[in-house]
């Protein structure tokens, strides 16, 4: 079975200072990690993907698999970061998702 | 344009009522999925479907069931709506073309049962 932990729930910082919002996963296979952000009122939409390797509003994630892995972080954050972020992982059947980390950036 | 819509965005329904949530997609993609979500939690995968005349149950157990009659439509059904059914509901698909293919999500619906 596959699985998305984000130990975190609630998360805060002030502006400018750094971000890291952690996901573990479990997966037998070779897995395919997405992380999602959903801002207020508005609908779940993808921030970035592992395959990517991309750099998506200054945030950047890289999977480790020894540690099962993919850290989403931005070195500096910015009061619009603010919002309920999700870690999702996708086999070849499902898309199972983290339980999410709200991301409030204080002035 | 290619897009996810749900229908409806709200619903307040009483106790026993059959109620029926509508997905469809415009972006022609194979894998449909439903989730159910409280507010602040976490998604809960309920259904999901490959294609058409495939559905699959999700992780967490559900009363609710689903059909894939169409590619573009994937609507969820509840017999006898309860109060412990209020949460809700998004519906998301996605494509089928190698790795890193994303979902895309529709607003959602609302469901709350009196």
């Known amino acids: 079975a596959q699985r998305v932990t984000q130990p975190e729930k609630l998360l805060s910082v002030f502006k400018g200072a750094p971000v890291e919002l952690k996901c573990n996963y479990s997966?037998?296979?070779?897995?395919?990690l997405f992380w999602y952000v959903q801002y207020s009122r508005q609908r779940l939409q993808l921030l970035l993907r592992?395959?990517s390797r991309e750099s998506i509003k200054g945030f950047t994630a890289d999977l480790n698999k020894g540690e099962t892995s993919f850290h989403l972080k931005k070195p500096f954050a910015q009061e619009e970061d603010s919002a309920m972020y999700y870690c999702?992982?996708?086999?070849?059947?499902?898309?199972?998702f983290g339980s999410g980390t709200q991301l409030t950036v204080l002035p | 344009e290619a897009d996810i819509y749900q229908t409806p965005r709200y619903l307040v329904i009483g106790t026993g009522k059959k109620i029926t949530l509508e997905c469809s997609q415009t972006?022609?993609?194979?894998?449909m999925y439903w989730y159910q979500q409280d507010p602040g939690m976490e998604l809960h995968l309920i259904h999901y479907s490959y294609g058409v005349n495939s559905t699959e149950k999700g992780d967490l157990s559900s009363e609710s069931t689903v059909s894939r009659i169409r590619t573009e439509h994937f609507p969820l059904t509840l017999e006898s709506a309860r109060p412990s059914h209020t949460s809700q509901y998004l519906c998301a698909s996605s494509g089928d073309r190698g790795h890193g293919t994303e979902a895309f999500f529709g607003q959602g619906t609302r469901l709350t049962v009196v």
């Open positions: 972006m022609g993609h194979d894998k």
């Open positions: 997966y037998s296979g070779s897995p395919e």
């Open positions: 592992h395959i």
């Open positions: 999702a992982l996708r086999s070849a059947r499902q898309l199972t």
